[in-house]
């Protein structure tokens, strides 16, 4: 992958995430936010990857991320998302949540709200203390976070209350959070079950709850189909993919085994649903492709140095069933591609938007490739 | 991170100091005899004393008194950026003995976060290397770690740019210096590390070995590049008054064509020496050099350059330069004059360029074994006797006398880290030079430096994930050091948790999973976090704690009549199985939702079962009992005959135990429970004696 700028940023990297682009917007981000982790002074930090055009004159240095602001972030950096193209919320490992706003015409970050204690053990008022925030998601102007406390908080941005809160939410550590739709929400926790929450139902209860059968292999990361919203991806402790259709049943469509250890993170490329990444404590980034048809590439296709596995091929037309449920193996095929050869310490997290992907380790480094597709 | 922490590492333990510890073990870093005292603590007033442990050293005073002597002047002190030792003091300043406790890190490199690039990036480096499998041909083999080497190189040339960019824009001026130093202190780990490269693992022979050292040379003395840029960038360089010294540069480092061209530019402007100038340019352009490839032999080597030598010679007898004195004095370089090269000493500015420039102009065709003769008598030549060698130039006359050992020792003396010598003895020991040699404690070497630096990884908050790897990779220690670290990582968050657990789940390190976990659980349960904390048991296998939560909500549903945590205790699957009352728990719930679903006589034969089957604690059974009466009074019949014997006998079971024991405490409450219990089952006894009979009758 030669396309791929590296950084080494000297903290570890938590969380990566590109600026949304404005609506109707053509140009590819330029613009990302990471997060560190088990630092002594862990930051927040914006990160301009500009055009080639401007890099200047030091042409070895094109390309590579280039520092515009940081701040100190109080804990380590658990989740982040940007809720527009200004601002950020970030949870903590000290259990409170922060909106940051990066002001862009003199490239700097400041704290515009924080929620103190958004996650606490206990009494919100005894030394019990916080408790990490675990996940955050935004779909502008609320924002909902869950935490080890199994609590959900539901905030909207600049008002200083919370919403709604539902505490004991879960028994054991919810691990991450997604919008279903504006009103209903997924969590996934500790003990393998994906529960989906409705802001609309006054009971403090799921809706629904969908669990893995037997081994209760808690579930680290999901994500939703960008346009099939019936399509949900989650991955888990044992580093396996599963794709779940909330329609139907209360388990799995389908386990793919994947990584050797914790998925991190998975996520829908937003606007081509056919691809699909994880990444992994292993040290690994998957990027899965089921665009690939037959008709389009012939099967014998080997693409020399990558690691690339076939599941299946088909001629079979998939224009109806998405090609992530169809689980007979005969019907579809995958293709699927480590990005990282070599990689030794955990790939903590990724984003991907338009033609970019970015990705941070454990090994202080970040990595952006600006050419997925290519 | 405690409090007592401090910044201090063991170069700043003074020399009084080791004058009353006990000679510890043979520690490189004890050999150093400039360091400073550990801010604060004066072993002159008060008797110190220490215990190792794992990457720190805790100092403290004792009580005993003075041990008489006088107060020695205080040593090197605090100069540069030393953070102060900080102690925590008992009583104030005037008080006798006070006592404090110093903690004294080892590696205080490891907390300057420009050089945190360096630690990760030869991380990946190191792990290369160690995987890349050993059966591959031995040339190939050879060309493979050079390339490993230079990859370490280039990693700290890489960080030697960030800092020395940090170094300019530092605006406080202790900042500036203190990355300057850094800077020095990594083009010196560069300059040594890729000499040895040349001669260790490279090893290359004569011949070749020249052209190295004279890229060695030319890529590290960079002191003369400015006059060389300066005198190039102006406008008539040929009348620069430094011209002459830029040519006398480029001649001494082997340069030739750059010389000439210079030369060429001087020639156009004197018409009238013209033909001295093309004597010399011709010359300097048929001066043989060794090839690389194998294209010539030695001898073949030697015999061309005898020849031209003898024309050098002759050229300068015979007065050809004698009108310009720089020209004579570059013929006398080219014919490899001692003096004649000494001369130009502050244009060389080390004895390590002078020795390059004497054999490049009198033993092209060196020898590696033969250059610690030249080496030394270099050295004395250059420094004279009126100045000590620094430990640089005694690290790199050990190189050039071929002693790796006396290299890894004088670095551990002199340098600041120990990533320097635990990456260099590392490849060397990849190239099999290092294995005749074996400490007296420890393991070997390579492994002892790798377990110094590692453990000095594992003592910063953020790096210690790259230490474990370079403790797998210790094959008689590792294991026990990673053992003993990891125990101590703070696990502040889940996440944190399960990154440790997974490096010790990968290592079979049973042990140290149960301890993780066992944290987590006890931190949960702190937190009233039960659900989390029986998930933590159950991970950890942990039966005995199982238990004991699976108590805890027994005793909340019987206090509060309710479960929580439904969630989990509906899924526990399989791991029911991990403790009895684990067991007891999920099955005592599954009857509650059988009763719910109104599935009475399932729910029914699920309780008697929860008895007779001895899963239920005997504390439980009144409860269980008292279960069972809504089910004893419903309109229908649900117990049958035979299984209403059961109950009875249950019951008569546990009050037979109680008496047995002691009296019922609160009399009342549990003789009425037990009355209103026999009776109900002798009224659903009569009922289904009635019901069976009727049934068989028919």
New interface residues.
């Given amino acids: 992958m030669e396309e791929v700028c590296a950084r080494f940023v000297s903290q570890k990297i938590s969380k990566a995430r590109w600026r949304p682009l404005p609506a109707a917007a053509l140009q590819p981000p330029d613009l990302f936010a990471t997060g560190s982790w088990d630092n002594e002074d862990n930051r927040i930090s914006i990160w301009s990857v500009g055009d080639v055009g401007s890099a200047g004159l030091n042409g070895e240095y094109q390309g590579e991320p280039q520092l515009l602001c940081d701040i100190r972030h109080n804990g380590d950096v658990m989740d982040m998302q940007f809720l527009d193209q200004e601002r950020i919320v970030v949870g903590s490992s000290t259990g409170s949540v922060t909106v940051f706003r990066h002001h862009q015409n003199n490239q700097t970050l400041s704290a515009s709200h924080r929620w103190e204690n958004a996650h606490y053990h206990a009494d919100q008022y005894t030394a019990c203390g916080g408790a990490a925030c675990t996940g955050v998601i935004c779909n502008n102007p609320e924002i909902v976070t869950v935490g080890e406390d199994g609590r959900i908080n539901l905030y909207r941005a600049d008002q200083k209350d919370a919403v709604r809160t539902i505490d004991n939410a879960d028994s054991s550590t919810l691990h991450a959070v997604t919008f279903l739709r504006t009103t209903e929400i997924l969590t996934v926790n500790s003990i393998g079950q994906l529960k989906i929450w409705d802001f609309r139902q006054q009971r403090n209860e799921p809706a629904q709850i969908f669990s893995l059968t037997g081994d209760r292999v808690p579930l680290h990361c999901v994500d939703r189909h960008p346009n099939q919203q019936h399509i949900v991806a989650t991955g888990g402790q044992d580093g396996m993919l599963s794709i779940w259709d909330i329609r139907q049943g209360t388990m799995p469509v389908s386990l793919l085994n994947a990584h050797e250890a914790e998925m991190w993170e998975v996520h829908f490329h937003p606007s081509n649903p056919d691809h699909l990444f994880t990444c992994s404590e292993d040290g690994s980034l998957w990027h899965w492709d089921t665009s690939t048809d037959v008709s389009e590439k012939p099967s014998f296709l080997h693409q020399g140095g990558r690691s690339t596995a076939y599941f299946s091929h088909s001629t079979i037309n998939q224009s109806v069933v998405s090609a992530w449920l169809s689980n007979d193996p005969t019907k579809d095929r995958m293709e699927i591609t480590n990005l990282i050869p070599n990689q030794t310490l955990s790939v903590n997290t990724l984003d991907v938007l338009g033609p970019c992907l970015v990705y941070g380790t454990d090994a202080e480094a970040i990595y952006v490739n600006r050419q997925l597709f290519a | 991170?405690s409090s007592l922490q401090t910044g201090v590492f063991l170069k700043q333990v003074s020399e009084d100091l080791f004058q009353i510890l006990p000679p510890c073990r043979n520690h490189p870093s004890c050999l150093t005899d400039t360091s400073p005292v550990v801010p604060g603590a004066d072993p002159a007033r008060t008797q110190l004393c220490f215990e190792w442990g794992p990457a720190e050293m805790l100092l403290c005073e004792t009580l005993f008194g003075r041990r008489g002597g006088e107060r020695r002047g205080a040593p090197g002190g605090s100069a540069g950026p030393a953070p102060t030792g900080c102690g925590v003091a008992g009583g104030g300043d005037g008080a006798p003995g006070p006592s404090r406790v110093f903690v004294v890190r080892r590696d205080q490199d490891i907390y300057m976060?420009?050089l945190?690039?360096l630690f990760?990036?030869s991380?990946?480096i190191f792990?290369?290397l160690q995987r890349c499998e050993e059966e591959r041909a031995a040339r190939a083999r050879n060309a493979q770690l050079v390339q490993v080497s230079k990859n370490y190189r280039s990693v700290i040339r890489a960080c030697m740019e960030d800092m020395h960019q940090a170094a300019i824009s530092a605006r406080d001026s202790a900042l500036h210096s203190q990355y300057s130093i850094q800077v020095s202190i990594l083009s010196a780990m560069e300059l040594i590390w890729n000499l040895c490269e040349i001669l260790f693992v490279e090893a290359a022979p004569a011949g070749p070995l020249l052209l190295r050292l004279l890229d060695w040379v030319q890529l590290h003395i960079c002191d003369v590049d400015n006059m060389v840029r300066e005198v190039l960038g102006s406008e008539n360089p040929s009348k620069h008054k430094l011209f002459w010294n830029v040519v006398d540069i480029f001649v001494l480092q082997g340069r030739m064509d750059e010389a000439r061209h210079l030369l060429s530019k001087e020639a156009i402007a004197n018409p009238t020496s013209m033909n001295m100038y093309k004597i010399l340019d011709d010359l300097m352009k048929k001066m043989p050099v060794p090839s690389l490839g194998n294209t010539q032999t030695l001898t073949e080597m030697e015999l061309k350059w005898q020849h031209w030598h003898e024309e050098c010679q002759r050229y300068l007898q015979d007065g050809t330069f004698a009108s310009n004195s720089h020209m004579e004095s570059i013929c006398k370089i080219l014919l490899g004059d001692e003096n004649a090269i000494l001369e130009k000493k502050e244009l060389m500015t080390t004895w390590y360029h002078f020795l390059v420039t004497r054999l490049l102009y009198s033993h092209p065709t060196v020898k590696p074994m033969e250059l610690r003769f030249y080496a030394q008598s270099s050295m004395d030549m250059f420094l004279g006797e009126e100045s000590n060698p620094e430990p640089l130039d005694t690290i790199l006359m050990a190189a050039f006398e071929f002693e790796l050992h006396q290299v890894i020792k004088e670095c551990s003396v002199a340098l600041s880290n120990w990533w320097f010598v635990a990456h260099l003895t590392d490849l060397l020991d990849h190239c099999k030079l290092l294995q005749s040699h074996n400490l007296y404690f420890g393991s070997n070497m390579r492994e002892f430096l790798l377990l110094e630096y590692a453990s000095g990884l594992f003592s910063h908050?953020?790096l210690w994930?790259?230490g474990v790897?370079y403790f797998d990779h210790c094959p008689e220690y590792g294991r026990v050091y990673l053992e003993l670290h990891i125990e101590r990582i703070p696990l502040?968050?889940?996440?944190?948790a399960?990154?440790v657990l997974?490096i010790c789940e990968?290592r079979q390190m049973h042990e140290q999973v149960r301890s993780i976990c066992k944290i987590m659980a006890m931190k949960a349960l702190r937190?009233?976090?039960?659900?989390?904390a029986l998930?933590w048991s159950?991970r950890a296998k942990d039966a005995a704690f199982a238990t004991l939560i699976s108590d805890r909500f027994l005793k909340d549903y019987c206090e509060r009549g309710y479960f929580?945590?439904?969630?989990?205790i509906d899924?526990?699957?399989?791991?029911m199985l991990l403790s009895d009352r684990l067991t007891f728990l999920g099955k005592y719930r599954e009857f509650h939702r059988l009763y719910g679903e109104k599935r009475f006589s399932e729910a029914a034969r699920l309780l008697l079962m929860l008895m007779t089957a001895h899963i239920a604690p005997c504390s439980f059974w009144m409860t269980l009992l008292t279960d069972a009466l809504p089910l004893l009074e419903q309109k229908e019949v649900i117990f049958s005959a035979e299984q209403t014997y059961e109950l009875m006998r249950c019951l008569e079971d546990l009050t037979a135990r109680k008496l047995d024991k002691q009296k019922f405490q609160d009399d009342d409450v549990e003789t009425m429970k037990v009355e209103m219990l026999r009776l109900a089952l002798a009224r659903n006894l009569a009922r289904v004696i009635v019901k069976e009979g009727t049934l068989e009758g028919s």
């Fill in positions: 991170m976060e420009t945190r690039k990760n990036e991380h990946g792990v290369g908050h953020s994930q790259l790897d502040n968050t889940e996440q944190k399960l990154k997974r990968q937190n009233n976090r039960l659900g989390s998930s159950i929580s945590d439904l969630d989990l899924n526990l699957g399989p791991s």
